[in-house]
């Protein structure tokens, strides 16, 4: 009897022995093993930068153009009345030193060759000039461009126009021409553009008048 009853006896005490052991760990305050946390597929600490303003970029400013051959030709015609003009004054110069030669001697020779030679190279500058002429219309500025030898640009505000006149002479008239000029702020930097058709002088000339009001007016 105590033989058979000794195995069941010994599993009962194990059993109890186990319990109590469990219960003291519990009793200690053993602390229990908690996970870190998961930081799986959270974002970095990185700077938030949703929201923030870019820096300023601005559009690229509308480069003006650098030759006539971006911009508004003025008739060809133009070369006639500006020949004539030069041929007459040369005449007339080198007649008033030729008169003197007849009457002081050849002192007056040498004047009368320089004027020959300034005659002849400007009766082949001026097509050249004529070709070099334009004229644009930007969104703000009217550009001209004139010369050859000696090229400019004129870039003028529509906001410095104060008023735009239009004239002819009479070989320009017989020609269909008109001569644009206009008037700004500053009396040094009045700007003639001849040589337009008279049609496009004056369509050229209500446009500038109309974009002067609006600048004047704050539109």
Known sequence: MNASMSPV???AVSGAAGSVIAMSEALSGSPEHHPGPNTAG???AGPNT???PTTGVHSPVQPLPSSVEEMHKVSPKLMWPMLVSNALWTI???GGLYLAYRE???GFLIPLGIFTVI?????FLIPYQVRNMGWLETEDEL???TGKMFHTITVIPYGRIQFVDVQSGPITRALGLKELTVHT???SSNSDLPGLLAADADALRDRLALKARERMSGL
Do not use: D
């Open 143 to 145: 550009v001209l461009s």
């Open 50 to 52: 949703a929201g923030q």
């Open 92 to 94: 007339g110069v080198c």
């Open 185 to 187: 702020a500053s009396n």
């Open 119 to 123: 005659f002849i190279w400007r009766f």
């Open 42 to 44: 959270q974002p970095t």
């Open 9 to 11: 006896m010994s599993k």
């Open 104 to 106: 002081w001697g050849w």
